[in-house]
């Protein structure tokens, strides 16, 4: 038998043994005075104390029973504890609790783990075909061969992929510690779109696509993050221009702001290829591309996946509709800052 057991169950028992003799004393002391003779009080201490040791007895097996399973619990979460008190049936309940909250946290634990490794492996994969593109281009040029004059914006074009990828999965990481890197303030969201766009400018003009607002604003405030908002609106846009640069004859990317109550909701729509519909339910999906994924060789389907993620920490809300050959429309509803 543990003696540490043993003398567990008699300090917790220790007040109510003190109480229950006091009690037993004073009873005998008041029929003593009451009758003003000598009152029997051997056989009734005896009697008082042998009730209490079976008490103590009933209740050492108890605890001393509950114990030992407490302690199988250790390796074994499944035990039956089979509690035979309140107190017992409490703390079988909340060890049950406890346990479950555990087993919830290490499966979210492993999903997010799982998560990463899929988010690493995939973007090791998208690294690798720009590094051996300029890997081939570099081989050439060293072995002698001819090498077209367009070379140096062809490594240009894969380093810019390079860059890309490497502020996306940057992106992805610091959305682990949202909360740390938040800052709900009063934007311009004319001022920030400005800003995007003049980022894009070379993009804009080397595709040939130009912006066009509908109608023309001067300011709109809404309540948003700035940095992050910015992350946001730079994917879209990025978006918009690539799936709208091919042919030759001149496309737009329209940006219009609607103020609603207390909302306003900025449209970005694209005159580019579109989405096809069997594809637009996962366009937020992580590394989804779909089929104009498999037509342009520079899609990661990250993006979306990040819009999706900070929109969803900023509260805003993102939608995207489209149909295939016809151009692409998203929305962001904000809340209005007056």
């Not at 074009?157 to 938040?182: A, G, M």
């Not at 879209?236 to 496309?251: C, E, F, H, M, T």
């Amino acid at each position: 038998m543990d003696k540490k057991i043993m003398m567990n169950f008699l300090k917790d028992r220790l007040g109510f043994t003190f109480f229950f003799f006091l009690n037993t004393l004073v009873i005998a002391l008041f029929y003593y005075l009451s009758t003003q003779s000598s009152v029997e009080i051997l056989y009734p201490a005896l009697l008082s104390a042998f009730l209490y040791l079976i008490f103590m007895a009933v209740s050492f097996f108890k605890f001393y029973t509950f114990h030992t399973r407490l302690i199988k619990c250790i390796d074994n979460v499944n035990y039956d504890l089979s509690p035979s008190t309140q107190e017992q049936k409490e703390v079988s309940n909340l060890i049950t609790t406890l346990h479950q909250s555990y087993l919830e946290k290490i499966h979210h634990i492993q999903l997010e783990n799982t998560q990463k490794k899929h988010f690493i492996s995939q973007w090791i994969h998208n690294m690798k075909t720009p590094v051996s593109v300029i890997d081939l281009i570099v081989q050439k040029s060293l072995s002698g061969e001819t090498v077209a004059p367009d070379t140096l914006h062809d490594i240009n074009e894969e380093n810019q992929r390079l860059l890309n990828n490497l502020e996306q999965v940057l992106s992805i990481l610091r959305l682990e510690d949202f909360s740390r890197d938040y800052a709900p303030e009063p934007i311009d969201l004319v001022t920030s779109l400005k800003k995007m766009i003049n980022n894009r400018k070379k993009q804009f003009i080397y595709s040939k696509v130009f912006p066009k607002f509908d109608p023309p604003l001067e300011s709109v405030r809404v309540l948003s993050d700035g940095k992050w908002n910015e992350v946001m609106l730079d994917q879209i846009i990025s978006n918009a221009i690539k799936y709208s640069s091919s042919g030759d004859a001149p496309k737009n990317i329209y940006f219009s702001i609607e103020c609603q109550n207390d909302t306003v909701i900025l449209t970005i729509r694209d005159e580019g290829i579109g989405i096809p519909e069997y594809d637009i339910k996962r366009v937020f999906e992580p590394f989804f591309t779909g089929e104009n994924g498999r037509r342009y060789k520079n899609a990661t389907g990250i993006g979306l996946y990040i819009c999706a993620m900070i929109a969803e920490k900023l509260g805003h809300r993102i939608s995207l509709t489209s149909r295939s050959g016809y151009g692409t429309e998203a929305k962001i509803t904000y809340l209005s800052k007056l």
